[in-house]
């Protein structure tokens, strides 16, 4: 199940017919009949070094997907391949790719060294009780790496890394001195602290104001630059979106819809979700005048969704067919631009 | 009388306000000035923190009990035959436009056909009498109300749409319930009819009548937000101060909510206040922009002025930071550091340890705000022009 047509760059990520329902509470005892379908069916891959960003609108299921991809949560079904180093000695040789949907235990332990994650809200993904410090080096000391001197040095290293210079007069402060572009810096630098290939960021710039957000975006783009990062980037911006990511894909009710290089499915998006979508994004152009694509409604919950695009309800060129067959498959338009629509 | 192309409905001088904090006074809004015309809409953007909300609070005297008005003036006008309007402004500061020509000074009387100023003319206080027809605008300064002749202006003068409003919906009465307790607060009318009033609200920000009997559970995000933009509506004011109205909703809900409301706002010729961080949203709803940082307006002036080419450091580099989905794709420039704590806000400019462009003299001295280029003002010591 190959997504992506084959190019040089090496596949960092698969991640094949991920699935996670969510059973909707009905009583204390009785057993869940509906499900709320976060995230359905989803395939795609993440290239070493690429930025990956997963795009919808609230309750689409992105952050789901993200949360899955470093297994904060276990999906229902589906497969998640990374690429690990087994044995740190070895070369890029040495790697295989691992089924992480399926880890436990020292494994699941190991694979958390390759796999890290920044959240949205840096005012609450920060222990106020502990110095920043000890947040950087909390992983270190949960690995078991290096001793207190080794750690500081490390720990030091990060933070003047991710712009926190002096790194001193940051080492022993509380988070709450800090303001919310140095707090999402802390954040980005614990999550880099072991080396990790690949890093999740869930809204990461969305709490912080314009002139600090650019900022910790460069900074993202810079250490994927030097470190060859592959990055999750799940915004709801599509601005930002195409500012940081090589390539998107687009989410609707747990499905992804369109998927392709950055650039091409912004100016020339094909699903008419995302037609919508980009058409109703604000230009900052008092001049420019822009036309946007009326669609009927609003989101609604993937709650045992009828078998069917998940889409059709709004969707203004909907046809029979759309009604009868299942959700479309993502095909491929050319260019590595993929849409699943019947009507495209 | 001059015919007058615009019509000023507010005019805001000097605004000073803090707030008193156990760490010391908080200098939230600092000698902010501006104006805005009937039909018009306004955006004033900035960051969090820079003052944009405080401003609003203080116009509308809506403010904690820690908050000190230290000065400034805020004049708010009707037509010079307005009634009530003119009863209110007895005995306070006011200003007059006359003949396309401006007169301060105290209203000292009134009566159906004139109104009696002291007002200083050729630097001496003398008494004149103005025809009430003769005037084009009265404006009486909202600064020297009390609380109780305060009242009366807002919702029916100048409304509020709140952060976060919808949620403030109360969750245990019927949503038309609730606006009709607001509309009847402020002006006698029966039940009948502010219903079939509340109705046309409804119909008017793209709501079902039906929703009127339903209670805010039974709402979506975008549903809510729409109720009380109907709810500020509902009084029809002369001016309504929406603060991020459509922060918390999906793009193509803003979207339309946006629309909808620029519409509203043509429609109605009502001038509108809109505070945003976002300046794509203030380019796409605003007439004129401001510009705010660090409890300071820092640039004022047409928004395609202002957007094509800023005068102000700040404004520029706020633009420079911003992604677009259109135009060519570009490195952004982050600014250095960071927004200044408003205790201990810097010396002189209050933007110029950050600013790319600071000169000796804007650690030392505040620049003043004033007109560079026609109609677009700005503080700053080395304007980009």
Redesign the interface.
Known sequence: MALQTQTKTETLVRVENLRMLYPVATGVFARARSFIHAVDDVSFEINRGEIFGLIG??GCGKTTTGKLLVRLIDPTSGHIYLRITQDPSTDSQGEQFVDIATLEGRALKEFRRNAQMIFQDPYESLNPRMTIFDIVSEPLSIHGIGSVYEREERVAELLSLVGLTPPESFLFRYPHEL?G??RQRVAIARAMILNPSFIVADEPTSML???????V??LMLDLREEFGISYLYIT?D???A??MCDRIAVMYLGKIVELGPT?EV?QNPLHPYTR???S?????????E?Q?IE?KG??SKPIDPPPRCRFYERCPIATERCAQSDHPPLEDKGHGHFVACYEI | MAPLTTYPVLQVENLTMHYTTRKGAVKAVEDVSFSLDKGEALGLVG??GCGKTSVALTLLRLLPENAQFLGGHVYFFRDGSDEAHARRAVGKPVKILLDGQEHQGRLVEVDRSQLVLDARLNGRTQQIKLGRDDIARLGVDLTALSDEEMRPIRWKGISMIFQAAMNSLNPVYKVGDQIIEAMQTHMPIPIPEARERVAQLFQLVGLDRQLMDRYPHEY?G?MKQRAVIAMALACDPDIIIADEPTTAL???????I??EMRQIQKKLNMSMIYIS?????I??V?DKVGVMYAGGLVEFGP??AI??SPIHPYTK???S???????E?V?????PG??PDLIKPPSGCRFHP?CPYATEICEREVPKFIEHKPKQYAACWNPLM
Do not use: C
């Open positions: 609108e609230s303001s572009g140095q104001d314009v002139s600090i957000r650019t900022g975006m460069n709801h599509l601005a930002v195409r500012y650039e912004i919508a979508l980009i109703a994004v604000p230009i900052p152009d008092p001049t420019v822009r946007p669609i609003g989101v | 960051e969090s979506s975008g999906d793009v193509i809900v803003q979207d339309k946006l629309r961080h976002d300046i794509a949203v380019a796409e605003a928004s395609e957007f094509k580099a706020l633009m930071a911003f992604p677009s989905i259109k135009g794709k490195k952004l420039a982050a600014l960071e927004p950050r």
